[in-house]
T-cell receptor
Framework: DQQVKQNSPSLSVQEGRISILNCDYT??????FLWYKKYPAEGPTFLIS?????DKNEDGRFTVFLNKSAKHLSLHIVPSQPGDSAVYFC?????????FGSGTKLNVKP | NAGVMQNPRHLVRRRGQEARLRCSPM?????VYWYRQLPEEGLKFMVY????????ESGMPKERFSAEFPKEGPSILRIQQVVRGDSAAYFC??????????FGNGTRLTVT
């Protein structure tokens, strides 16, 4: 039962360019959607979220887009920085449960 | 306000031994979640607890695994008779109701 999918296990981007991370889901009954960032040997840290009633939320260099008809979530990072290199997980929340994708490893090259 | 504290950070057990992983949630957080991350995989939900109650354990293996969150003290994830396949990073997270999870830095369990 895989409700959340991140189909790209890795992504490599040049510093200063845009990074786009994608996430697809199957169930429409989620209240809100989140992105987490994880460095090696650390726990995931919350990055940004979006309510199911919105289609865009922006916080500095990070913007999350929600396309409910396509059941698709994306995270845009612009401009990308080497410190953004990490694994990014999307997560969906419903009824006190959080469902995580398998993660996308982002490498931002200087 | 200290974050979510997990200990130990690293735990080595021989096959057949017991592993106990502890998690102290952030102050004021009454919801605790345990996740497991196998090598090269994502975070898999194991169990969701509130004080003294298991709310959802649908991700827990039926045997050898148990979790508790007592009225006093940390949440404990207990794995009895560990096997090599239990080797993974175990993450605890806490939250107030409906808010984003705050994760600890995990316990890396190695079964030899």
């Amino acid at each position: 039962d895989q409700q959340v999918k991140q189909n790209s296990p890795s992504l490599s981007v040049q510093e200063g360019r845009i990074s786009i991370l994608n996430c697809d889901y199957t169930n429409s009954m989620f209240d809100y959607f989140l992105w987490y960032k994880k460095y090696p040997a650390e726990g995931p840290t919350f990055l940004i979220s979006i309510s199911s009633i919105k289609d865009k939320n922006e916080d500095g260099r990070f913007t999350v887009f929600l396309n409910k008809s396509a059941k698709h979530l994306s995270l845009h990072i612009v401009p990308s920085q080497p410190g953004d290199s990490a694994v990014y997980f999307c997560a969906l929340y419903n009824f006190n449960k959080f469902y995580f994708g398998s993660g996308t490893k982002l490498n931002v090259k200087p | 306000n200290a974050g979510v504290m997990q200990n130990p950070r690293h735990l080595v057990r021989r096959r057949g031994q017991e592993a106990r992983l502890r998690c102290s949630p952030m102050k004021g957080h009454s919801h605790v979640y345990w996740y497991r991350q196998l090598p090269e995989e994502g975070l898999k939900f194991m169990v969701y607890l509130q004080k003294e109650n298991i709310i959802d354990e649908s991700g827990m293996p039926k045997e050898r695994f148990s979790a508790e969150f007592p009225k006093e003290g940390p949440s404990i994830l207990r794995i009895q008779q560990v096997v090599r396949g239990d080797s993974a990073a175990y993450f605890c997270a806490s939250s107030p109701t409906g808010s984003p999870l705050h994760f600890g830095n995990g316990t890396r369990l190695t079964v030899t």
